[in-house]
């Protein structure tokens, strides 16, 4: 007997894969973002285990010269620019509009736009490996005259790649705000919108202030390098320091996009799992929006060896120590939110928790680094290359990993595995401290960053060999991670829609949500919405 | 059982006693936290400032974490269901404002501490027996001047317990370089067009590590460089010395600028390395085209020599081009013209 199965055509743009391509819903988009920026953070990290491996002891030959300032190059650029940045877009994009309870992002095309401008930022950037004299080698931050000086087409391929992105990071940015500005649900006010979506808003007003400083410097270095301008050239009476201006006036504000999502996703963490509400909600949302405000003051606190004016070294030092303010603001409301709670430690929650610890020592290494006569020893050392890491994988990343742990299950619908969660914890914080602590030491003995060998002397020898094991440690935890994510989080426990309890609307709809996010979105009187109708059902059960 | 506590009590008491002995005595050691053993007053004062912002940096860090942990500890689930919920505490004013108004207190004070140390690490004394001396950074090498004309590749001299002050510049057409040496102060960059200045002033002899600190190219990692702190009396011997014989070209002038300038490329014997081999190049008989070779530099593709020699006193120059003929060029060959 035969089955007699109807067939309906489906449109080639629903295909299993090009209704991927041809997206516009904020979701999917967001599911592209976040995999495509994990995809990049796998590439960065490898390139920095390559140079963990050859600085393992002193006069390895690994890599060395050309290749090795390339590996760093391509490592920084591609964590912050590939990974980091883009990676806050995918989870903003999938949960601010859930957040506010939105259909979708304000200008849904324009967003798929941003994505793929990012992948085409990725794809020049990777090509440049194969470009005549290879891959960029002047550092993330390519000062001039060595980034106008270098042969060869890496250095113009990382321009043209810097450019892409920021043109998809500003489209991304000004999506964002416009769609918190007018998107909100009703009754969602600027005191009662998620921690997260403040963090977004001020995420997306620096890249749009500060963007645009880079784009300059970019053009004025491709003028300089391909035109034969003097932009930067002090033998045709440009001025070398200059590049650097302009380079941190976006630099470090940068530093704050990447580390402000991340200070989002705690203040969306710890209240959940502590089961109470955020300690000083109005503190929080204002100190993100100071520290805004401040990063665009301390640019030059990465240029106190250059000689400026003892002045301005004043000023840089007390605007740098002023950014500590806020930020404590901010780590001491964390942690008194966990006081009298009732304290579950998930994965999410312990690499929250996790957080505070590297974060506050990221936090105080950079007092250290502010103060400008300490920062002459430490400047452009190891010291500074501990500090930067505390700060953006002690802060970034760990507050991404509690992000993704404490999201997979609205995403994917499945219960990401917590026994392995909680192995990779206990590998990547104690790999992440062994890793970074001896830099610190390392960069007091004398050693300068982007160096492929240093002095075989003991202690050189030791520090450098601590970090190396430390950082195969760490990488057996993300691993960990990655195997968690493509398992149990394709084929785990199925995810009920609000597993951990949450306050936010996302928690409301079904995990995943439809394509159209939400039947109905409740009328807000609070900052967690979701607390005050699960007691409304409670009441009314009772009753 | 009361025994067993008190046993139980002095081990802990003891092992406690113990780690913190060891890590109190471990911090303050050479293997501790405190790497280096300052030579110079600037060093020594910037180290004071390091010690003194981690204090309370170390205060800061166990404010926050010790908190922490007794509040995970006293206030964790314990197979309470999620259900259940602390209090309602959404804030308390006066505690936000001490937890704003205590790190302001405590950043007030380094900031004053900085100002008081600022001068006596910013400002050379003023002393009549300074020396003054210009270092020079360039791919990949440091050039230090002497005021009678002497030059030194790499090794600079100086004399203990006298004022160094130092002038830090690279050439316009060179890159950014930084000149570190970390125990007799901070760093310095030397860059094309800007004319920084630096001092030490040697506290002890010895020979004292530095290196180029800010990312300068293919060689950055090997652009080191040595200070060599030599009692007085020695060292202004040495500086007469020197400049009569760099004067005479009998000097090691040639040879030092070889091993700083040539050889890191091209190796120790000029048997070649990251750049082709030199050894026996024929090239080393023409003195006029080997020196147009280190003014101009050459470019290959994107292989670069860069303009080593662009800028040296005709004296370097000919140290240079002696060194290179007499031990560089070919043997056989008959045509030198010396140099």
């Known amino acids: 007997m035969a089955v007699r199965t109807e ?7 629903e295909g299993r894969f090009a209704r991927w391509l041809v997206t516009t819903d904020h979701k999917r988009i967001g599911i592209l973002y976040l995999g495509t920026a994990l995809f990049f953070f796998l590439v960065g990290g490898v390139l920095a285990l390559l140079m963990r491996t050859q600085l393992i002891h002193a006069n390895d030959q690994l890599f060395t010269r050309n290749t090795y300032n390339e590996l760093f190059t391509m490592h920084g650029t591609t964590m912050i620019f590939l990974a980091i940045v883009p990676v806050w877009a995918g989870l903003a994009n999938y949960f ?6 939105a259909r979708d992002m304000a200008f849904p095309r324009l967003n798929a736009l941003s994505y793929w401008l990012f992948v085409a930022g990725g794809i020049v950037l990777y090509s440049s490996w194969f470009a005549s004299g290879g891959a960029p080698k002047a550092g993330w931050t390519s000062y001039v005259p060595l980034s106008v000086q270098i042969p060869g087409s890496g250095q113009d391929l990382w321009i043209l790649s810097l450019h892409i992105l920021s043109l998809s990071s500003l489209f991304g940015a000004i999506n964002f705000m ?5 998107m909100r649900t009703r009754g969602m006010t600027w005191t009662r919108i998620p921690l997260f979506v403040w963090a977004i808003e001020i995420y997306a007003l620096l890249l749009i202030l500060t963007l645009p400083t880079l784009s300059a410097g970019l053009t004025l270095m491709l003028l300089d390098r391909q035109v034969g301008t003097h932009f930067f050239d002090p033998a045709g009476g440009g001025n070398a320091i200059l590049y650097q201006h302009v380079f941190w006036f976006f630099g470090h504000p940068e530093v704050y996009v990447m580390i402000l999502p991340g200070f989002g996703i705690i203040s969306e963490v710890i209240p959940v799992f502590a089961r109470k509400p955020i300690f000083g909600y ?8 100071a520290i805004g405000f401040l990063s665009m003051l301390v640019w030059a606190h990465h240029m106190f060896t250059v000689g400026l004016p003892t002045g301005l070294q004043i000023f840089f030092m007390v605007s740098s120590m002023a950014i500590a303010v806020p930020t404590g603001i901010k780590i001491f409301n964390w942690v008194a939110t966990t006081w009298r709670g009732n304290i579950h430690f998930d994965t999410a929650m312990l690499y929250a928790l996790g957080f505070l610890v590297v974060f506050t020592i990221g936090g105080l290494s950079g007092i250290f680094l502010a103060v400008f006569p300490f920062d002459w020893q430490a400047q452009d050392s190891y010291f500074v290359v501990a500090h930067l890491h505390y700060v953006l994988f002690g802060g970034s990343v760990f507050a991404l990993i509690a992000g993704l742990f404490y999201w997979w299950p609205k995403m994917f619908g499945r219960m990401l595995d917590e026994q392995l969660g909680k192995i990779s914890f206990i590998l990547v914080f104690i790999g992440f401290n062994v890793t970074f602590q001896p830099q610190h030491l390392l960069g007091l003995l004398g050693m300068a960053r982007r160096v492929y060998t240093y002095p075989n002397e003991s202690l050189w020898n030791t520090y450098n060999l601590i970090s190396t094991l430390g950082s195969y440690i760490m990488s057996v935890g ?12 394709r084929r785990g426990a199925r995810a009920p829609n609000d597993p951990w309890l949450g306050d936010t609307l996302e928690w409301y709809t079904t995990s995943p949500p439809p394509p159209h996010n939400f039947e109905e979105v409740p009328y807000v009187t609070s900052a967690r919405p979701l607390r005050d109708l699960r007691r409304q059902l409670r009441e009314e059960a009772r009753a | 059982m009361p025994r067993r506590f008190i046993i139980f009590a002095a081990a802990t008491a003891g092992l406690v006693i113990l780690v913190g002995a060891g890590f109190l005595s471990w911090i303050g050691t050479s293997r501790g936290l405190v790497p280096l053993r300052p030579a110079s007053p600037g060093a020594r004062d910037i180290q004071h400032l390091y010690v003194f912002i981690g204090a309370f940096a170390s205060f800061i860090f166990l404010v926050v974490t010790v908190p922490l942990a007794a509040f995970l500890v006293r206030f964790r689930s314990g197979g309470r269901s999620r259900e259940e919920e602390g209090p309602q505490i959404r804030g308390h004013s006066s505690t936000e404002l001490a937890w704003t108004l205590g790190p302001v207190l405590i950043l007030i004070a380094i900031a004053t501490v900085t100002f008081i140390l600022l001068p006596g690490i910013n400002n050379a004394p003023a002393a009549q027996n300074g020396l003054d001396v210009t270092v020079v950074g360039r791919q990949f090498y440091w050039q230090y001047k002497y ?5 030194a590749v790499d090794r600079m001299r100086a004399p203990v317990g006298r004022v160094v ?6 050439p316009v057409w060179d890159v950014n370089h930084s000149w570190w040496v970390p125990e007799l102060g901070g760093k310095r960059d030397a860059i094309p067009g800007i004319v920084n200045h630096m001092w030490f002033k040697a506290t002890r002899t010895g020979v004292f590590d530095g290196r180029c600190a800010e990312l300068c190219g293919v060689f950055h990692a090997l652009m080191l460089t040595e200070v060599e702190v030599m009692p007085a009396g020695q060292f202004d011997a040495w500086l007469a010395r020197q400049a009569v014989a760099q004067r005479r070209g009998a000097s090691s002038l040639g040879h030092d600028v070889f091993a700083g300038v040539c050889a890191k490329c091209h190796g120790d014997q000029g048997q070649g390395g990251y750049a082709r081999p030199i050894a026996n190049d024929a090239l080393f008989n023409d003195p006029a085209a080997t020196r147009q070779l280190l003014v101009n530099g050459t470019r290959q593709g994107t292989a670069v020599m860069p303009e080593v020699g662009r800028g040296w006193s005709s004296r370097e120059m000919i140290a ?3 060194y290179l003929h007499r031990n560089l060029a070919p043997k056989t060959g008959g045509t030198a013209s010396g140099g």
């Open chain 1, 7 to 13: 067939t309906y055509p489906v449109p080639w743009y």
């Open chain 1, 96 to 101: 601010v509009p859930l957040m506010i309870g």
């Open chain 1, 178 to 182: 416009v769609t918190i500005h007018n």
């Open chain 1, 282 to 289: 109005r503190a929080i949302a204002l100190s993100t929006a």
């Open chain 1, 478 to 489: 993300l691993l960990l991670i990655l195997i968690n994510m493509l398992t149990y989080g």
């Open chain 2, 147 to 151: 005021p009678n004309g002497v030059i």
């Open chain 2, 165 to 170: 002050n130092l002038t830090i510049v690279a």
């Open chain 2, 320 to 322: 240079v081009l002696r």
